[in-house]
């Protein structure tokens, strides 16, 4: 346990400069001493839960992240992200069966290397616009908008090229598809 507390100091410090926020600016909007927070970060006051809560708002993150605790559990609940061919990928769920994942794609990445494997993958795009290559088609899919498709047919998906895209990517393995329900309740086979 110690050496958990001794690092709060730390997480502390890099989660403050990676937004951009000074002692002042942490000061005005927790309420806490910029002394206060300066010991804290120095490791010079033993951290307590009326102390990181504040801070765990201020900056947007989970407490476990300030005080570094155990990964254990939904992995929905501590994304850690994985670059994998030049993107950011977010796992949602473990492997296995049916695969979720959030996929930012940078802007840079435009060259379609397209490939087929068994399976079956949904994709939602939450930010930007992403190029899909299916077969020999091309497709351009801006915010909201979704594509379904058999991953034998040979496949890639990047960015326009006009900035990055925030993908929701769910993949099944063949004979795991999903199953869309409609607003009344009914149930639909995908399209085909």
């Known amino acids: 346990m110690e050496q958990a507390l001794a690092g709060v100091g730390r997480r502390l410090r890099r989660v403050r400069a990676q937004r951009g926020f000074t002692l002042t600016d942490v000061a005005e909007r927790t309420g806490l001493s910029k002394s206060t927070l300066s010991r804290l970060e120095n490791g010079q006051r033993r ?22 605790a155990p990964e254990v559990g939904d992995p929905r609940v501590r994304l850690k992200p994985r670059h994998v061919n030049g993107r950011t990928v977010l796992p949602l769920t473990r492997s296995g069966g049916v695969q979720a994942w959030k996929i930012i794609v940078p802007a840079s990445q435009t060259t379609p290397r397209t490939r087929g494997h068994e399976g079956f993958e949904w994709l939602y795009v939450l930010s930007g616009r992403m190029r899909l290559i ?6 351009v899919l801006g915010v909201g908008e979704a594509a379904e498709f058999d991953t034998r047919v040979p496949h890639w998906f990047g960015s326009t ?9 769910i993949f099944g393995r063949v004979g795991e598809r999903m199953q869309v329900r409609a607003s009344g309740g009914t149930e639909t086979e995908p399209h085909q």
Not at 56 to 66: G, K, N, Q, S, T
Not at 134 to 139: A, V
Not at 162 to 169: D, K, N, R, Y
């Open 134 to 139: 299916l077969g020999d088609q091309d497709f």
């Open 161 to 169: 090229g006009e900035g990055p895209a925030e993908v929701l990517s």
């Open 47 to 68: 951290p307590s839960l009326e102390l990181l809560l504040p801070l765990a708002h201020v900056y947007r993150v989970p407490i476990d992240d300030l005080v570094g």
